[in-house]
């Protein structure tokens, strides 16, 4: 279980990270092309949910992939 275990870790980091890049690039095309129309605002809550999300990933590094059971 281990091996597939951490594959699927893998899979999720991966995906996580697509998500993180496309917030950051929603974030900066916010705070460039809105201008003057809390731009900034709405940009630094995209950055935070992106923030948020590379914490989770961050997380998923620490799973003891050992303690986990495949699911019947």
């Known amino acids: 279980m281990d091996n597939k275990a951490l594959k699927e ?3 999720i980091k ?3 990270q697509s998500i993180i ?11 460039k092309d809105f201008g003057g129309i809390g731009q ?7 950055r935070k949910v992106a923030n948020h999300y590379s914490d989770i990933k961050e997380e998923l590094k620490h ?3 050992s303690a ?3 699911k019947s």
């Open 68 to 70: 986990l059971t495949e």
């Open 40 to 46: 900034r605002t709405c940009a630094d809550s995209i």
């Open 14 to 16: 991966k995906e996580l």
């Open 9 to 11: 870790i893998e899979s």
């Open 21 to 31: 890049d496309e917030l950051q690039n929603i974030s900066y095309g916010v705070n």
């Open 63 to 65: 799973i003891d992939t």
